[in-house]
């Protein structure tokens, strides 16, 4: 089990720019595969980005591809979400997740541990 909590989020103008953080404790981290979802309000949970262990290979659906950017730091037991561009209809609660058997999908239940959810808000 790998516990996560995400930081980072807040308010910014449309076009602008965040980072949101996700910070792991669990022995598996390393060998997870790591993914960016979100939910805006009223609306179905959506994938937005994972980073898997074995290759560090990365996959983006094409509503965010080119504006957001996912890294790890396995040293500090973290992944990232570079967010650039920014638009209103990024608005939502940005969860992270890690899935045990590295599959780097974006798929919600292949992933088993998540975290509490950030609140990123695009607005003028």
């Known amino acids: 089990q790998v516990q996560l909590v995400e930081s980072g989020g807040g308010l910014v103008q449309p076009g602008g720019s965040l980072r949101l953080s996700c910070t792991a404790s669990?022995?598996?981290?390393?060998?997870?595969?790591m993914g960016w979802f979100r939910q805006p309000p009223g609306k179905e949970r959506e994938f937005v980005a994972t980073i898997r262990s074995s290759d560090g290979s990365t996959s983006y659906p094409d509503s965010v591809k080119g504006r957001f950017t996912i890294s790890r730091d396995n040293a500090k037991n973290t992944v990232y979400l570079q967010m650039n561009s920014l638009k209103p209809e990024d608005t939502a609660v940005y969860l992270c997740?890690?899935?045990?058997?590295?599959?780097?999908?974006?798929?919600?239940?292949?992933?088993?541990?998540w975290g509490q959810g950030t609140q990123v808000t695009v607005s003028s």
């Open positions: 669990g022995r598996t981290f390393g060998r997870s595969a």
């Open positions: 997740a890690a899935d045990r058997w590295d599959r780097g999908s974006g798929v919600g239940w292949h992933y088993d541990s």
